[in-house]
Every structure is written in C-alpha cells, then in structure tokens.
C-alpha cells in the first residue's frame, strides 16, 4: 500500500494496527550543490531503536525473515531492491520496488515475513531504521528459506 502523503508516523500506526506493508514516498530536495532526502526517520525514531546500513550484491536474496516486537523501516540509497513481504496468517505477500528511481520508505511492521532481493546488476545499499535494537543474546528474529513461500516473485518478472 502507498501512503498518501509524507507523514511516516501515521503510516506506521497503520501498518502496525493492520499488519500489512506501507511505502511512503518521498521527495529530493535539490539545488546546485546537489540534492538530499531529509527528515526521514521523523515521528518514529525512539531510544531503543538502531539504524543500520547495509550492502547487498546482485543476485543476492535475502530471506525470509521475521520479528515478533520490531518494526522495520526500510530505504533502498544505492541501487534497488525488490522488497518482499508475507503476511502468514491469511497468505497475503506484497512486492515493492525501491531505490534511487523510487525514493521513500517500506514500513514492515510485525508479524510479517519479508527479505529483499538486489534488482540489476550493481550493488544495492539498504539504510533500515528498527524500532528495536539487536540483542545477540535474545535476538527478535525468525528465519525460513528464501523459496518457502511457495510462488513468490524473487526472480526478474519479464513483461
């Protein structure tokens, strides 16, 4: 589901309240100095969350994996990925496509399953907000096979 305007706040209320996926999108702030997507974390940031930031490669998918109190906040600066999302209780997934051509966020509340997998043939950067920290001692986090969700569109869709 797009969100329909820019407030990340009530969208994670939404996604939270109804399990399911959102992406807000959001705008460049440009000039001759060159550009920047601000404020993005904005209404949802809280002490015990972490930012983080990762690189994929291409062909890579990561998945699947869940969290019983985390909410993820996911935006895709360098490249793009192919964001995957399952909701199990009545089968439902979501496909999203973000990164530098489709800026904004995916809030991925929980339940749901979800992973990611590198479109194209360079390197994706995904910078994530988590609502809570990494615990290695009691991590928040469930994992399955990346081909567990019987169908799933992991691979290029050739239309």
């Not at 699947?64 to 192919?82: A, V």
């Not at 479109?119 to 081909?147: C, I, M, N, Q, W």
């Amino acid at each position: 589901m797009t969100w329909p305007n820019a407030d990340l706040a009530a969208a994670f209320a939404h996604a939270t309240a109804n399990a399911e996926p959102v992406f807000v999108p959001t705008q460049y702030f440009a000039d001759d100095r060159g550009y920047s997507l601000m404020n993005q974390m904005q209404g949802v940031m809280t002490p015990q969350g972490q930012v983080n930031y990762s690189v994929q490669y291409p062909g890579v998918i990561k998945a699947w994996h869940r969290h019983s109190l985390q909410t993820d906040f996911w935006m895709c600066l360098m490249g793009h990925i192919k964001v995957g999302m399952h909701r199990q209780a009545d089968g439902k997934s979501w496909v999203a496509i973000i990164g530098e051509k489709r800026p904004g966020t995916v809030v991925i509340p929980p339940p749901l399953w979800h992973g990611a997998a590198t479109v194209g043939d360079s390197p994706a950067g995904l910078f994530y907000y988590v609502t809570h920290g990494y615990d290695p001692k009691k991590p928040d986090e469930e994992r399955r096979a990346f081909d567990s969700v019987a169908g799933f569109p992991w691979a290029v869709q050739h239309k």
